[in-house]
């Protein structure tokens, strides 16, 4: 038993040797890289400063032409998405376009004037419910306070009672909103 304690003892201080050995030999490792360092000459200093400074000025310009391309590749996107983007909406109003010209093709035919009326009529309802999926409504404005930013006002109308002054009497043309924006105003005459 006195022996195994002499051999834990005898493995413990060789692994401490080993251990500071170690220690000994990372920091003469460090005072070598320093010394290294230390004994550069200003010339050395100068190209090696001057190496990193290429590089540098590498980097820069790569990081330069890699933006300038992302630049154009979202403006070529955007440029796209303008010039294409009225695609999927085109396709919704197709039917409307073809109801339109069988309506024009029978017109001839039909001699009923109301059945060409109400086809008429329900064309343009389905075309306004198109549009109102798209986000355009139309403007109800008679009887409506004037409002400048939603109306704009055309004519005066004389001689109305007190209690109509200064709310739309007529609507001219109709004004439209699209998704909330006013994409065109109401033309109006308003009651002085």
Known sequence: M???IK????NEEIVNEEQETTAEEQVEA???KESDKKELTPEEKISELEK?????????????AEFD????RVMQEKADLIKNGGAKF??????????ME????????YEDVAAVKEGLSLIIDKFFKLMAQEGLKKMEVVGQPFDADLHEAIAMVPGQPDDQKGKVMNCMMNGYTLNDKVIRYAKVAVAE
């Open 52 to 64: 990193q400074i290429e590089e540098l000025k590498n980097q820069q310009l790569y990081k330069m």
């Open 90 to 99: 085109i396709t919704t109003l197709l039917p409307i376009i073809d109801d």
């Open 69 to 72: 391309n992302f630049r154009k």
């Open 2 to 4: 006195e022996q195994e």
């Open 7 to 10: 051999n834990e003892d005898v």
């Open 102 to 109: 069988r309506a024009q093709q029978n017109m001839d035919k």
């Open 30 to 32: 460090a005072e070598t």
